[in-house]
């Protein structure tokens, strides 16, 4: 006997036009009914576009006619009457400005071990520095490190309203899924866990009055990126890159991303830019400046470079980032000028 999950499950062939996603993990689906060898659903869309209709209607009748044993197909969709025409925004229209919260800025990077989550830790330390209210949400569900980096190691409270009231350090509140792990318990979940986590990890946190909430992403281009993108409206993103060209290639792939969902680049930092020995010789381990050019051939803010420092690293481990330990020193300047060319882009 046909199910709701077979009709679901056959509906996930048709990806929204323009997007690598399908139907049903937009959360499109409102209505399945089987009976007889008849299939009915009822999906509502966030767009008034004719076009991105029709084709998501004939794409999912053709989807569901191959079912073994339909032998009738009825597909209802409903558009929201007056909504924009198409656009690669169309899936997020639903997105909620969290209330309190004035900027909401991603920090991303195309692959691991750029120093992505050091850099949002001390962005947010530097942004603290400058005045603002910040929040920094670690949205690796898999490899969270932001508890160390700002030397957190407690559980989330509950307030009247079941709200997680987020911990803070050094001015920061902050949340992430190392708080609510035992140990080195791992995370082992799929796209949907992954996504259902981000949603709540913005709306239900009482993250209260905040100029910035930053938030570190994982790196690549998946489910955690797109469902962020998809539950609050970002007012930018920062790409976060080493000089050499492997790392260079897989920003432009981050870039493209932002693009995709219409968010805008507020700018490309490069980090481990250079190396000043102890004899006082420059080295420039891997390379130095592709940051700075390829901010320039994608017409994006350069905001700026942080050479390699043992300080920053022994910092980080010691989970008082160098901004906070030290804020008039090299290192801890690097990252303020990165947090006042953010602040200044966003003014």
Same mark, same amino acid.
């Given at each position: 006997?046909?199910?709701?999950?077979?009709?679901?499950?056959?509906?996930?062939?048709?990806?929204?036009?323009?997007?690598?996603?399908?139907?049903?993990?937009?959360?499109?689906?409102?209505?399945?009914? %089987?009976?007889?060898?008849?299939?009915?659903?009822?999906?509502?869309? %966030?767009?008034? =576009?004719?076009?991105?209709?029709?084709?998501?209607?004939?794409?999912?009748?053709?989807?569901?006619?191959? *079912?073994?044993?339909?032998?009738?197909?009825?597909?209802?969709?409903?558009?929201?009457?007056?909504?924009?025409?198409? =656009?690669?925004? =169309?899936?997020?229209?639903?997105?909620?400005?969290?209330?309190?919260?004035?900027? !909401?800025?991603?920090?991303?990077?195309?692959?691991?071990? !750029?120093?992505?989550?050091?850099? =949002?830790?001390? *962005?947010?330390?530097?942004?603290?520095?400058?005045?603002?209210?910040?929040?920094?949400?670690?949205?690796?569900?898999?490899?969270?490190?932001?508890?160390?980096?700002?030397? !957190?190691?407690?559980?989330?409270?509950?307030?009247?309203?079941?709200?997680?009231?987020?911990?803070?350090?050094?001015?920061?509140?902050?949340?992430?899924?190392?708080?609510?792990?035992?140990?080195?318990?791992?995370?082992?979940?799929?796209?949907?866990?992954?996504?259902?986590?981000?949603?709540?990890?913005?709306?239900?946190?009482?993250?209260?009055?905040?100029?910035?909430?930053?938030?570190?992403?994982?790196?690549?281009?998946?489910?955690?990126? *797109?469902?962020?993108?998809?539950?609050?409206?970002?007012?930018?993103?920062?790409?976060?890159? %080493?000089?050499?060209?492997?790392?260079?290639?897989?920003?432009?792939?981050?870039?493209?991303?932002?693009?995709?969902?219409?968010?805008?680049?507020?700018?490309?930092?490069?980090?481990?830019?250079?190396?000043?020995?102890?004899?006082?010789?420059?080295?420039?381990?891997?390379?130095?400046?592709?940051?700075?050019?390829?901010?320039?051939?994608?017409?994006?803010?350069?905001?700026?470079? !942080?050479?390699?420092?043992?300080?920053?690293?022994?910092?980080?481990?010691?989970?008082?980032?160098?901004?906070?330990?030290?804020?008039?020193?090299?290192?801890?300047?690097?990252?303020?000028?990165?947090?006042?060319?953010?602040?200044?882009?966003?003014?």
């Amino acid at each position: 006997m046909l199910t709701e999950e077979d009709v679901k499950n056959a509906l996930r062939s048709v990806k929204y036009p323009g997007f690598s996603r399908d139907i049903v993990s937009f959360g499109l689906i409102k209505q399945v009914a %089987t009976k007889n060898g008849a299939v009915s659903v009822s999906m509502e869309l %966030t767009t008034g =576009s004719p076009e991105i209709v029709s084709q998501i209607k004939t794409a999912s009748e053709q989807a569901l006619r191959a *079912l073994p044993g339909v032998n009738a197909v009825y597909v209802d969709v409903k558009a929201q009457p007056g909504a924009q025409a198409a =656009s690669p925004q =169309s899936p997020w229209s639903q997105q909620q400005k969290v209330p309190g919260i004035r900027r !909401v800025v991603a920090v991303a990077s195309g692959k691991g071990g !750029v120093g992505k989550s050091t850099l =949002s830790v001390n *962005l947010a330390c530097g942004l603290k520095h400058l005045g603002e209210k910040v929040g920094l949400l670690d949205c690796d569900i898999y490899g969270p490190s932001i508890p160390l980096m700002m030397g !957190v190691n407690q559980r989330p409270t509950v307030n009247d309203e079941e709200k997680l009231v987020p911990p803070s350090n050094h001015g920061v509140r902050l949340m992430s899924m190392g708080f609510l792990l035992e140990g080195d318990q791992p995370v082992i979940w799929r796209g949907p866990m992954i996504m259902k986590t981000i949603q709540q990890f913005v709306g239900a946190v009482a993250w209260g009055e905040l100029d910035f909430l930053l938030v570190d992403l994982p790196p690549g281009t998946g489910d955690a990126q *797109l469902s962020l993108c998809q539950t609050v409206p970002l007012d930018g993103g920062v790409i976060v890159t %080493t000089p050499q060209e492997a790392s260079l290639g897989v920003v432009r792939k981050g870039i493209a991303m932002f693009q995709k969902v219409n968010v805008p680049i507020l700018g490309i930092v490069e980090n481990m830019s250079y190396f000043i020995a102890p004899g006082g010789q420059r080295v420039e381990i891997f390379g130095h400046g592709g940051g700075r050019a390829e901010a320039e051939r994608q017409n994006v803010p350069f905001l700026g470079e !942080v050479p390699i420092f043992t300080e920053i690293r022994e910092a980080g481990d010691r989970g008082v980032p160098i901004v906070v330990v030290d804020s008039s020193s090299p290192p801890a300047q690097a990252f303020i000028k990165i947090a006042e060319g953010l602040k200044a882009g966003l003014s």
